[in-house]
């Protein structure tokens, strides 16, 4: 039996993301990966905070963490009030 599904109506697709990384990345790959914010947390995992412009993007980011070889832990969207940007960080 095959299902149909409405089109859902454009929407913005941009968003904050926070990508949760088994171990610790060190700030030189920050230029690699892009504009992002790596934060080092206290639990010895690393979180990648970053504005995605659309999914094709997040998924090209993604590509580049698999290609890491670091084991992925999670991948949220966050609102922009939640998400640790570089600004913070400085």
Not at 7 to 24: A, V, W
Request: aromatic share 6%.
């Amino acid at each position: 039996m095959s299902e149909t599904h409405a089109i859902p109506e454009y929407h913005d697709e941009s968003g904050y993301y926070e990508i949760r990384l088994k171990g610790q990345l060190n700030d030189r790959w920050a230029e690699w990966l892009g504009e992002i914010t790596i934060t080092l947390e206290e639990d010895g995992n690393t979180l990648l905070t970053c504005l995605v412009i659309d999914q094709a993007a997040l998924h090209g980011l993604l590509k580049r963490v698999r290609d890491l070889s670091i084991p992925l832990l999670s991948v949220n969207f966050v609102r922009p009030d939640q998400a640790r940007t570089q600004e913070e960080e400085r």
